[in-house]
């Protein structure tokens, strides 16, 4: 089945930085688009960035790109976001999702705090 294991979150002053990584399991990495969600408390789900199968194509949440940058690893069936400037409002769990099959992981921590 497929599992989505996310890793790399945590506790980062504001103007840190944090990678993410998302390891992908039970079925063909390489030809699904990739997304990164997060969900803060009391707030919504948003898309943070997808990535095409390829990654020749990206997309990014308003106001995001240029902080964060997605990418993926094909050959070891990983997902990243790098998180570049952090700041309060990014304090979220983050989940990697594949899109078109509806499956996501458990989520990962990261909390932008003094």
């Known amino acids: 089945q497929v599992q989505l294991v996310e890793s790399g979150g945590g506790l980062v002053q504001p103007g840190g930085s944090l990678r993410l990584s998302c390891a992908a399991s039970g079925y063909i990495f390489s030809a699904y688009t990739m997304g990164w969600y997060r969900q803060a408390p009391g707030k919504q789900r948003e898309l943070v960035a997808v990535i095409t199968p390829t990654g020749d194509s990206t997309h990014y949440g308003d106001s995001l790109r240029g902080r964060f940058t997605i990418s993926r690893d094909d050959n070891r069936n990983t997902l990243y976001l790098r998180m570049n400037n952090l700041q309060p409002e990014d304090t979220a769990v983050y989940y990697c999702?594949?899109?078109?099959?509806?499956?996501w992981g458990q989520g990962t921590q990261v909390t932008v705090s003094t």
């Open positions: 999702e594949v899109p078109t099959l509806s499956e």
